[in-house]
């Protein structure tokens, strides 16, 4: 598949997490998903460990009983205190992009059983380092990042989802995963709706940046 006309700043900035806009009707390519994870393996790995694994769901039964578990994690998460709809009340503006994202979570919530292929990384603990948190999960985070980066530039959706690990265990055993396997997040991938993807509101850089020290 060809990639989008996209030059790095512009895949950097507009790789969002794509929930409405997924096209659930539209399969993806095992070929196209598998070129997506040969990017990601370039990313950088602890030692050169790759203690990585990467699981694709395609099956409709497997995707429909994740997709139940994701939905009612979702309900748990949306109705508790600290929920992504509830920060930041006393700055209006900032609320407001909050209750948009919460609406956003709560629709992929309904819908995640319907999207084509769920990705699931997951990190070897019983080869990675006991004593460093840090170098164990950025051993999966940033490929999994590099792996949402692939998706857009081929013209795929994907979200930073991890609440399906409210039911870690659950989704473990419907995998078959060995002992030590830890699931890092869960990456739902559909071709989008239409593909002009704007960066997203952050705040200021000088709100968060410090020189040299505090």
């Known amino acids: 598949m060809a990639l989008l006309d996209l030059n790095p700043d512009e895949l950097l900035t507009t790789t969002r997490s794509v929930r409405k806009r997924l096209d ?9 998903v598998k070129e997506c994870l040969t990017v990601a393996l370039q990313a950088p790995t602890g030692s050169n460990r790759q203690t ?4 694709v769901i395609t ?29 930041y009340q006393e700055d209006p503006e900032r609320h407001a992009v909050q209750k948009r994202v919460a609406d956003s979570v709560g629709y992929l919530g309904d819908h995640m059983a319907e999207v084509p292929v769920l990705v699931i990384p997951c990190l070897d603990a019983t080869a990675a380092p006991e004593y460093n948190e840090a170098g164990m999960w950025g051993s999966i985070l940033q490929a999994t990042w590099s792996y949402m980066l692939a998706a857009r530039a081929r013209g795929l959706g994907t979200a930073w989802t991890t609440l ?6 659950e989704i473990a055993e419907l995998l078959e995963l060995p002992a030590g396997l830890v ?19 952050r705040q200021p850089l000088d709100s968060i940046l410090h020189l040299n020290n505090w």
């Open 52 to 55: 990585w694994h990467w699981l």
């Open 164 to 169: 399906h690990l409210m039911y870690e265990k």
């Open 59 to 87: 099956d409709e039964a497997r995707r429909a009983a994740i997709g139940e578990y994701y939905r009612k994690a979702v309900q748990v998460y949306l109705t508790s205190p600290g929920s992504c709809g509830t920060l």
């Open 183 to 201: 699931q890092a997040a869960l990456i739902p991938t559909a071709h989008t709706i239409g593909t002009d993807f704007k960066p997203g509101p």
């Open 24 to 32: 659930f009707t539209r399969p993806v390519s095992m070929e196209l």
